[in-house]
C-alpha cells in the first residue's frame, strides 16, 4: 500500500489550502480515513476522522476551519482546510484507520505526507 497526500504549499493566515490524499495498492472503501499532522518536535496527531459510513469527527485545535471528505469511487479522501493560523504549520498525512481499545490506529505505513506552511 502507497499513500500519496497532496495539495499542501505556503499560504498566508487566514488562507485555504485542500489536501488530497489517495492510494495505490489498497481501497479506502470499507475503511475509516484519518488525516493527521506532525510538526517539528512534535508527535504525529489525529486531526480528521471519517468513517466508512462518512460520519466525520475533529480534534478541538481544528473544529469549524477543516472539513474532511471522501470519494470511494475515485480512491480519494479530501481535507479542506480554512482560516488557517500558523500553528496549523506541519507535515500531514493520511492512513485508513481502526478504532482498537478506544483509540484510533493507522493501517498503513506512513507516506512522504504534504507540508502546509502558513506564515503569519
Known amino acids: 500500500v502507497q499513500l500519496q497526500a497532496s495539495g499542501g504549499g505556503l499560504v498566508q493566515a487566514g488562507g485555504s489550502l485542500r489536501l488530497s490524499c489517495t492510494a495505490s495498492?489498497?481501497?479506502?472503501?470499507?475503511?475509516?480515513m484519518g488525516w493527521y499532522r506532525q510538526a517539528p518536535g512534535n508527535q504525529r496527531d489525529l486531526v480528521a476522522v471519517?468513517?466508512?459510513?462518512?460520519?466525520?469527527n475533529y480534534a478541538g485545535s481544528v473544529k469549524g476551519r477543516f472539513t474532511i471528505s471522501r470519494d470511494d469511487a475515485q480512491n480519494t479522501v479530501a481535507l479542506q482546510m480554512d482560516s488557517l493560523t500558523p500553528e496549523d504549520t506541519a507535515v500531514y498525512y493520511c492512513?485508513?484507520?481502526?478504532?482498537?481499545?478506544?483509540?484510533?490506529?493507522?493501517?498503513?505505513?506512513w507516506g512522504q505526507g504534504t507540508q502546509v506552511t502558513v506564515s503569519s
Open positions: 495498492g489498497s481501497t479506502f472503501s470499507g475503511y475509516d
Open positions: 471519517i468513517s466508512n459510513l462518512g460520519y466525520t
Open positions: 492512513n485508513r484507520i481502526r478504532l482498537r481499545v478506544g483509540e484510533y490506529r493507522p493501517l498503513d505505513a
